[in-house]
């Protein structure tokens, strides 16, 4: 089994930067994918960002340019660099890992509120 626990959001104004972490503990070796997901109030789970375990990386139209995913495979942890953020940016955002096989999100974190308000 593979734990996830984000940290790092919050409130912010439009324009602003966050950086949310992800820090995974337990059965690490099965982790090949790890990725950032967020959902707004009434919308779907949209996938943001995801990068492999050899640092490929995929992002949403919406945040190319203004986020950027990197990974520390020495501490486990993924981070999300937020910048220039907007209004639609508000959501709770989850991390999530996948095994090297797999077609699905294996596991996910509890999820962090970012709010990005004036």
């Known amino acids: 089994q593979v734990q996830l626990v984000e940290s790092g959001g919050g409130l912010v104004q439009p324009g602003g930067s966050l950086r949310l972490s992800c820090a995974a503990s337990?059965?690490?070796?099965?982790?090949?994918?790890m990725g950032w997901y967020r959902q707004a109030p009434g919308k779907q789970r949209e996938l943001v960002a995801s990068i492999t375990s050899i640092s490929n990386t995929n992002y949403a139209d919406s945040v190319k340019g203004r986020f950027t995913i990197s990974r520390d495979n020495a501490k486990n942890t993924v981070y999300l660099q937020m910048n220039s953020l907007k209004p639609e940016d508000t959501a709770v955002y989850y991390c999530a890992a996948r095994s090297p096989y797999s077609s699905v999100w294996n596991w996910w974190g509890q999820g962090t509120q970012v709010t990005v308000s004036s």
């Open positions: 337990g059965s690490i070796f099965s982790i090949h994918t």
